[in-house]
């Protein structure tokens, strides 16, 4: 059987999406502490100029779909699953046409 590529709320595998994060502190010159929303693990981004209190916006593309969850996996590098209505689509990606080949007549 083959798997869903949309969910309900039409997001889709491969799809780019964004979330809004916010900066809990600055960790060094280079690195600040985020808070990502219904992700409950530390995470750290590399950022010169953000300072604490101010959003962030952290754009991947989803590799997997939890629609019973409510739950979308998306590569930050490393990967982080949160809710759906955390998550906002940035680029859509349509699936490839197959084309019909020359001995098919439907």
Same mark, same amino acid.
Request: aromatic share 2%; proline share 6%; glycine share 8%.
């Given at each position: 059987?083959?798997?869903? %590529?949309?969910?309900?709320?039409?997001?889709?595998?491969?799809?780019?999406?964004?979330?809004?994060? =916010?900066?809990?502190?600055?960790?060094? #010159?280079?690195?600040?502490?985020?808070?990502?929303?219904?992700?409950? @693990?530390?995470?750290?981004?590399?950022?010169?100029? =953000?300072? =604490?209190?101010?959003?962030?916006?952290?754009?991947?593309?989803?590799?997997?779909?939890?629609?019973?969850?409510?739950?979308?996996?998306?590569?930050? %590098?490393?990967?982080?699953?949160?809710? @759906?209505?955390?998550? %906002?689509?940035?680029?859509?990606?349509?699936?490839?046409?197959? %084309?019909? #080949?020359?001995?098919? =007549?439907?």
């Amino acid at each position: 059987m083959t798997p869903k %590529r949309k969910s309900a709320r039409g997001i889709g595998i491969g799809d780019e999406v964004s979330i809004t994060a =916010a900066v809990l502190q600055r960790i060094d #010159a280079d690195r600040v502490s985020i808070s990502i929303p219904s992700y409950d @693990f530390p995470h750290s981004i590399a950022d010169r100029t =953000a300072k =604490a209190g101010q959003n962030v916006e952290l754009v991947g593309k989803v590799t997997r779909i939890d629609d019973e969850a409510g739950k979308v996996t998306v590569d930050l %590098r490393p990967l982080v699953t949160v809710d @759906f209505d955390k998550v %906002r689509l940035v680029t859509g990606i349509a699936p490839p046409h197959r %084309r019909a #080949a020359a001995g098919d =007549a439907d």
